[in-house]
């Protein structure tokens, strides 16, 4: 293993150094931060820039890391991309210019439709659009040793050029899976269900307090993190289910979040049947959770 990271980072430095550096400038202009899982959602450039590659938000991905994939489908589309973040701190590395002190490169890149409009079953699911974030389901089913139920994983996109702070503190103020149920139709024919009454007496004060002190998980521009919340049920298991059937998750909820100046709740009370209903056709995904996973636990 330490061979291999060896390897890793001597090629890094190679492809960051002009032909005619130096050795001591090519030690200079070398990744200064070994890679860190990141996703990011926006639209994806339609050019390709100095024949190097694309640009999504503020990060650069190299041809070289997406000629497997068929990039044309996504350019200039609404796509959300997964992989390793790199930052480099030579501002014209690999021919990519950054007006900022590094250059920010997403390695090993997964790019998806967001959402994939082109199917029913789409693997994301939009909840809420608000000013500072984006707050999205995954349309999969996780389980792990440690939980009785199964989870749900939700990803918050910090849609804003400031960093955010959301309070994941408190396993009854998250977003979270309601109540599920099989159905005929792609919607719920009968709604009964009880949902969360949601605070109404905000400390703004307080929540800025504790994110400039760094006790809320802090949201990079651009960036998201996500979470994973069980069923608060008994321990039953999803049924099987048929080809014409789907399986329907409602999600209930809130969240707080702040730039450090201005915050915003997320209430899932009234929102529309179509933001808060997650349908699954058949066959559903069952995954396991990851090692690394942040699971709201009810302790």
Same mark, same amino acid.
């Given at each position: 293993?330490?061979?291999l990271l060896?390897?890793?980072v001597t090629t890094?430095l190679?492809?960051?150094?002009?032909?005619n550096?130096s050795k001591?400038n090519?030690n200079?202009n070398n990744?200064?931060?070994?890679?860190?899982n990141?996703t990011?959602i926006g639209v994806?450039?339609?050019?390709?820039?100095?024949?190097?590659?694309?640009?999504?938000n503020?990060?650069?991905i190299?041809l070289s890391?997406i000629?497997?994939?068929n *990039? %044309?489908? =996504?350019?200039g589309k /609404?796509?959300?991309?997964?992989?390793?973040?790199?930052?480099?701190?030579?501002k014209n590395?690999?021919?990519?210019?950054?007006?900022g002190?590094?250059?920010k490169y997403?390695k090993?890149?997964?790019i998806?439709?967001?959402p994939?409009e082109?199917?029913?079953?789409?693997?994301?699911?939009?909840?809420?659009?608000g000013?500072?974030?984006?707050?999205?389901?995954e349309n999969?089913i996780?389980y792990t040793?440690?939980?009785?139920?199964?989870?749900?994983?939700f990803l918050?996109y910090n849609?804003?050029?400031?960093?955010?702070?959301?309070d994941?503190?408190?396993y009854w103020?998250?977003?979270?899976?309601?109540?599920?149920g099989?159905?005929?139709t792609?919607m719920?024919?009968?709604?009964?269900?009880?949902q969360?009454?949601?605070d109404?007496?905000?400390?703004?004060n307080d929540? *800025? %307090?504790? =994110?400039k002190?760094? /006790?809320?998980?802090t949201?990079?521009?651009?960036e998201?993190?996500?979470f994973?919340?069980?069923?608060?049920?008994s321990?039953e298991?999803?049924?099987?289910?048929?080809?014409n059937?789907?399986?329907?998750?409602?999600?209930?909820?809130?969240l707080?979040?702040?730039?450090g100046?201005?915050?915003?709740?997320?209430?899932?009370l009234?929102?529309?049947?179509q933001?808060?209903a997650?349908v699954?056709?058949?066959p559903?995904?069952?995954?396991?959770?990851p090692?690394?996973a942040?699971?709201?636990?009810?302790d």
């Amino acid at each position: 293993m330490n061979k291999l990271l060896i390897i890793l980072v001597t090629t890094m430095l190679i492809v960051g150094c002009g032909q005619n550096e130096s050795k001591k400038n090519c030690n200079q202009n070398n990744i200064n931060e070994m890679a860190k899982n990141i996703t990011t959602i926006g639209v994806l450039n339609d050019e390709i820039i100095n024949k190097y590659g694309y640009k999504i938000n503020d990060f650069f991905i190299a041809l070289s890391d997406i000629e497997a994939q068929n *990039i %044309d489908s =996504f350019k200039g589309k /609404k796509v959300i991309v997964s992989g390793e973040l790199f930052i480099s701190d030579n501002k014209n590395s690999d021919g990519f210019q950054s007006s900022g002190d590094v250059v920010k490169y997403i390695k090993k890149p997964k790019i998806g439709l967001f959402p994939d409009e082109t199917i029913f079953d789409s693997s994301y699911h939009i909840i809420y659009t608000g000013q500072m974030i984006e707050l999205i389901a995954e349309n999969s089913i996780y389980y792990t040793e440690s939980e009785e139920n199964f989870l749900m994983k939700f990803l918050i996109y910090n849609k804003t050029d400031k960093p955010v702070g959301v309070d994941l503190t408190d396993y009854w103020k998250v977003i979270y899976p309601n109540q599920w149920g099989i159905y005929n139709t792609p919607m719920r024919q009968v709604v009964d269900e009880t949902q969360i009454i949601p605070d109404t007496i905000i400390d703004k004060n307080d929540l *800025i %307090d504790r =994110f400039k002190a760094g /006790k809320l998980t802090t949201i990079q521009p651009n960036e998201t993190i996500s979470f994973y919340r069980d069923w608060n049920g008994s321990g039953e298991k999803i049924p099987d289910f048929k080809e014409n059937e789907y399986f329907i998750i409602t999600v209930d909820g809130q969240l707080l979040i702040t730039n450090g100046v201005d915050i915003e709740q997320i209430t899932l009370l009234n929102a529309d049947e179509q933001n808060r209903a997650i349908v699954f056709s058949y066959p559903v995904s069952f995954i396991n959770i990851p090692d690394n996973a942040l699971i709201i636990r009810n302790d």
